[in-house]
């Protein structure tokens, strides 16, 4: 029936087009400068929600990117400034048999040698890295889950990859950490926004078939 009303179809085609939001969109704040991120909840929806539920509660503000290597990787969301291990929700799920890469500028969950055992640490690739992708679903195939892609910021991602780095943390410990402290201030949620409905047409004066 609406192919004989074509100006209404295009409205209420637009009006359905307005009521798919995108998807979410997090700002991850540091002290070299903002990064933006679009998560795939379609694609990894539990790592998603978890990760939504970790910066909604405020737990990353004041966190560090701890590891950093130029050529990989640089990873963050676990320690506190003064480099105290911040306690974290049960592990989650592995989803990178999602299909998603490990490219340049994805972001996915750090973890264990247990390929469930991601809780809140992340990092973005700052290259692509296919030898992190799920292979199979074994303890070496399982690869790292990518939830989301940076679409804005690359710059502020490239800054932070270029730092000096060396041991750090308590006693001296850890290896990949900045020199200078990398402080991530915030994560905040974004709105979510809807595709802007199509302006209004004027009808046309002549008859419709």
Not at 24 to 29: E, G, N, T
Not at 33 to 59: C, D
Request: neutral net charge; proline residues 9%; without cysteine.
């Amino acid at each position: 029936m609406l192919k004989r009303f074509p100006l209404l179809a295009a409205v209420l085609a637009g009006l359905t087009g307005s009521l798919a939001l995108a998807e979410p969109q997090v700002r991850i704040d540091t002290s070299l400068g903002p990064i933006t991120v679009e998560l795939n909840a379609e694609q990894a929806p539990n790592t998603v929600a978890n990760f939504l539920a970790y910066a909604k509660s405020g737990f990353y503000n004041g966190t560090l990117f701890h590891r950093v290597i130029d050529g990989f990787m640089i990873q963050g969301g676990g320690f506190s400034s003064d480099f105290q291990e911040k306690p974290t929700q049960a592990p989650i799920r592995n989803e990178a048999d999602n299909g998603l890469k490990n490219r340049r500028g994805s972001i996915a969950m750090a973890r264990t040698s247990d390929p469930h055992s991601a809780t809140a640490q992340f990092f973005i690739n700052v290259k692509d890295n296919p030898a992190l992708d799920y292979r199979a679903a074994t303890p070496q195939g399982w690869g790292y889950t990518v939830f989301g892609q940076v679409i804005d910021g690359m710059a502020t991602v490239d800054k932070i990859r270029q730092v000096a780095t060396g041991p750090g943390g308590p006693g001296g410990r850890f290896g990949d950490v900045p020199t200078t402290p990398v402080l991530i201030q915030s994560v905040t949620v974004l709105p979510e926004t809807a595709p802007a409905a199509p302006a209004a047409t004027k009808p046309s004066s002549a008859p419709q078939p």
